[in-house]
């Protein structure tokens, strides 16, 4: 869509075809229908008018829309609507301090917006963004941080309706007819997130929070023995397709009796349940925060007993919590599409007006 | 379409005179809300307190002001519907004549005798011009398809389910019973 100019000055606007997105924000169903309007709103980041897409993500979920324009999605390489890197899922900020990027692209009124406007005409001309960059030896080690950071299925509570904000007054005179979920709204710092912030990858809240946890850092997780006496679980992390529950039950069942190993390769991790409190502890001290077996170095830590990411569906318990979670997670694949009655939307039932049934 | 009498205009067909209070319930219901003494009904016809035009619209959304007009628009032309083709208790010419007066909507009527429109809220719920995608409302579909047991208002009128097998009543599925509790907020 290369256009000549005969002002190379002159603003021209946006004309896309289809957005930029990432697969969380388009849902889970592969059938989706968008609308398209032209320069129907400004772009968060230069203002500058854009082809606004609307789609449904799913069932109960708020209509999404892109909020940035392709060029600077381009620029960053991020989702029009989520502004998270489309390779990996994360905030920009979290990307560029592994990648180890820097930003100078200016920030203010008029430079900004001829920023933009070259931007445009860069990729115009020659369709690369940010992910064609060079691979230097700092970026692959980076690269695996980020691979190790990113989420392993769809996060779809983002999709999810706003807050009724009649609800925490108290007057939500719509009940139950009422969009918008009735719900307290919860968290203190991730509440304040800018737009501006999470783009350029300056002070974001949940980058800071994903950079200092569990995964990254390390000194997030639970090193010290947790207050809860009846936590008698270890979390083992970086477990390979290699180590099997008995080579962990032939290390760990010299401190203490163990009631079960759970071992979950998916998301590299497992638990060890020992019978005692004082057998867990002992476990701890002498791994010394790490175990290293079949040539894998893999990290120690206690288990919590609050629930552990979005997949598991129980609440926080004592003990039985990361046996019960483990075994969510080892439910198994989802019934065969065969079953007649697991159908997210009508187009499912292969009575439906002569449609067949998908098959996931 | 005036219903203004004068000494010019021609006088009603026969049977006018027994429906003229109900249908003048209606039009002062459309301008104001005021209290209806059941008494004076012969038809039985609940008319619950709704107000139109004069109403306050504190509380409401914008578009929910509008829907007690869709109700009460969609109620008179049920009336005259069903005195004719129902109950047959009115003649062809009365009938006529009402339509042309514009007691009663006769795009309206013609929908309700067709097959699966038999409670249809409204035409523009109807309209697929109106919406993104050329389908029609979501008060349209049937109760049983519409899963989750979420209750919907339609924005165009605030109908909560008129497909014919969804057991919506015909009065009550045009702005369902929120309306009837406007009277004692006021």
């Known amino acids: 869509m290369a256009q000549i100019k005969a002002d190379p000055n002159k603003v021209s606007w946006e004309e896309s075809e289809f957005p930029i997105l990432c697969e969380t924000c388009l849902g889970d169903n592969p059938y989706l229908r968008m609308t398209k309007q032209s320069q129907a709103k400004e772009c968060k980041v230069c203002t500058r008018p854009f082809t606004v897409f609307r789609w449904c993500p799913g069932v109960g979920m708020r209509f999404k829309k892109t909020e940035i324009c392709q060029t600077c999605s381009k620029v960053k390489n991020v989702c029009q609507t989520c502004l998270l890197d489309l ?168 401190f203490g009796e163990i009631k079960s190993i759970v071992v979950v390769h998916k998301s590299k991790c497992a638990f060890v349940n020992f019978t005692t409190r004082a057998g867990a502890e002992l476990a701890f001290e002498k791994s010394g925060g790490g175990v290293n077996l079949q040539g894998t170095p893999m990290r120690v830590s206690w288990a919590r007993s609050r629930p552990v990411g979005a997949r598991s569906e129980q609440k926080g318990e004592a003990a039985p919590s990361p046996v019960a979670v483990m075994d969510a997670l080892q439910a198994g694949p989802p019934p065969p599409p065969g079953s007649a009655s697991s159908f997210t939307y009508p187009s499912q039932d292969p009575t439906y007006q002569g449609s067949t049934s998908k098959h996931r | ?76 032309s049920r009336y005259v519907y069903e ?64 899963e989750e047991g979420k209750v919907v208002e339609c924005i165009h009128c605030g109908c909560r389910g008129c497909s014919s097998g969804s057991g919506a009543s015909s009065t009550g599925s045009a702005a369902g019973s929120k309306e009837g509790s406007s009277k004692t907020t006021n």
């Open chain 2, 83 to 146: 005195l004719f083709y129902k109950r047959k208790a009115i003649s062809k010419e009365l009938y006529e004549y009402l339509l042309k007066q514009g007691y009663a909507d006769g795009n309206l009527i013609a929908k309700w005798k067709k097959a699966g429109y038999e409670k249809v809220c409204c035409l523009r719920c109807i309209q697929p011009k109106d919406t993104n995608f050329g389908t029609t409302c979501v008060c349209r579909v049937p109760r049983d398809k519409l």
């Open chain 1, 87 to 254: 390779e990996y899922g994360l905030p920009v900020q979290v990307r560029d301090t592994a990648l180890g990027l820097e930003d100078n692209a200016p920030r203010s009124d008029v430079n900004k917006e001829f920023f933009a406007q070259n931007m445009d005409a860069h990729f115009q001309n020659n369709e690369d963004g940010l992910g064609s960059g060079g691979f230097g030896k700092a970026e692959s080690a980076g690269r695996e941080m980020l691979k190790k950071l990113q989420r392993t299925d769809p996060y779809y509570k983002r999709n999810r309706q706003h807050i009724c904000s009649f609800f925490v007054k108290g007057n939500c005179t719509r009940g139950a007819e009422c969009p918008y979920r009735h719900e307290m709204p919860q968290e203190g710092e991730l509440k304040h997130q800018n737009i501006k912030d999470r783009y350029y990858g300056t002070n974001d809240p949940v980058a800071r929070k994903i950079l200092s946890g569990p995964r990254a850092g390390g000194a997030g997780r639970q090193m010290t023995a947790p207050e809860d006496k009846t936590v008698t679980s270890l979390f083992i992390t970086g477990v390979s397709e290699a180590v099997t529950e008995p080579d962990l039950k032939g290390f760990f069942y010299v």
């Open chain 2, 1 to 76: 379409m005036p219903k203004i009498k004068s000494s010019r205009t021609k006088r009603a067909p026969e049977g006018f005179d027994e429906i003229e209070p109900t249908l003048r319930e209606f039009q002062q219901k459309m301008k104001d809300g005021k209290l209806i003494n059941l008494s004076t009904f012969l038809s039985g016809l609940l008319i619950a307190c709704i107000q139109s035009e004069n109403d306050p619209h504190e509380g409401k959304r914008k578009i929910e002001a509008l829907w007690p007009i869709f109700r009460l628009h969609h109620q008179r």
